[in-house]
């Protein structure tokens, strides 16, 4: 059966709305996982809009499935990583004004900057997962990298109506394909909800979902507990 990894960055923005300390996404998090999750992603950014230096140090401490750090390949994040040892690290791209992640790397046309990356972090013995488009020549590169994973970008298939969701989700499947067939393991992830990862799951190949935006979003109506009960039952069919 596939894992959840629950992204709790949303926990943090709505406690940076207002500066204090709450809702604390290192509590969020250990509900998440007494509720069932597998995992718990967290993006540390640049510019630290939600997620903080004090919350990674905490989680790192405190989580106890398994810790996904979501970060920019520059060489302040290889540091901090290098230096706290999540149990993984997913190298996403990012851009200061954007509102969440765009898309997936580039990583043939960085190929040499995210090798240089790669090199230091599994140097460290930490395992590398990209996020990339469902594009076979970047999943290729992926795996010339020697990257450890690949996490499909799918919010091209969660944003498209129509005859068009179809296509997106064509080329998802043919994505899991192609990272499977070149040994690497494949997650998922952006922008996937209660409704739209029925037909993802039913693709198969996908070890891990990282889903944080409509989790939290339920959980505002429903509460944490029952909203990743609800996904997990998902994941495994239900």
């Known amino acids: 059966m596939p894992r959840l990894g629950v992204n709790v960055d949303h926990v943090a923005t709505i406690r940076q709305a207002r500066g204090g300390v709450e809702p604390d996404p290192v509590t969020a998090a250990a509900l998440c996982e007494l509720a069932g999750a597998e995992g718990i992603t967290v993006h540390l950014r640049e510019d630290r809009r939600h997620i903080q230096d004090r919350d990674l140090k905490l989680l790192?401490?405190?989580?106890?499935?398994?810790?996904?750090?979501?970060?920019?390949?520059?060489?302040?994040?290889?540091?901090?990583?290098l230096e706290l040892r999540p149990d993984?690290?997913?190298?996403?791209?990012?851009?200061?004004?954007?509102?969440?992640?765009?898309?997936?790397?580039?990583?043939?046309?960085?190929?040499?900057?995210?090798?240089?990356?790669?090199?230091?972090?599994?140097?460290?013995?930490?395992?590398?997962?990209?996020?990339?488009?469902?594009?076979?020549?970047?999943?290729?590169?992926?795996?010339?990298?020697?990257?450890?994973?690949?996490?499909?970008?799918?919010?091209c298939y969660c944003s498209a109506r129509g005859a068009q969701q179809q296509v997106?989700?064509?080329?998802?499947?043919?994505?899991?394909?192609?990272?499977?067939?070149?040994?690497?393991?494949?997650?998922?992830g952006h922008g996937l909800n209660y409704v739209n990862i029925r037909p993802v799951v039913q693709l198969g190949g996908i070890e891990e979902y990282n889903i944080g935006h409509s989790i939290i979003s339920r959980a505002v109506m429903v509460g944490l507990d029952r909203a990743v009960r609800e996904m997990v039952s998902l994941l495994q069919g239900g």
Do not use: W
Request: aromatic fraction near 2%; charge should be negative.
């Open 168 to 188: 997106e989700l064509a080329k998802i499947a043919a994505a899991i394909e192609c990272g499977r067939g070149l040994g690497l393991a494949v997650h998922a």
């Open 60 to 81: 790192r401490q405190t989580v106890q499935t398994h810790l996904n750090l979501e970060m920019a390949a520059t060489e302040e994040m290889v540091g901090i990583a």
């Open 88 to 155: 993984y690290v997913t190298l996403v791209p990012e851009k200061r004004q954007e509102l969440t992640t765009e898309g997936g790397l580039d990583v043939l046309g960085n190929f040499a900057g995210l090798g240089s990356s790669l090199e230091r972090l599994r140097h460290g013995g930490i395992p590398v997962s990209l996020f990339v488009d469902p594009d076979p020549a970047q999943i290729e590169a992926s795996a010339r990298l020697k990257a450890d994973a690949i996490e499909i970008h799918t919010g």
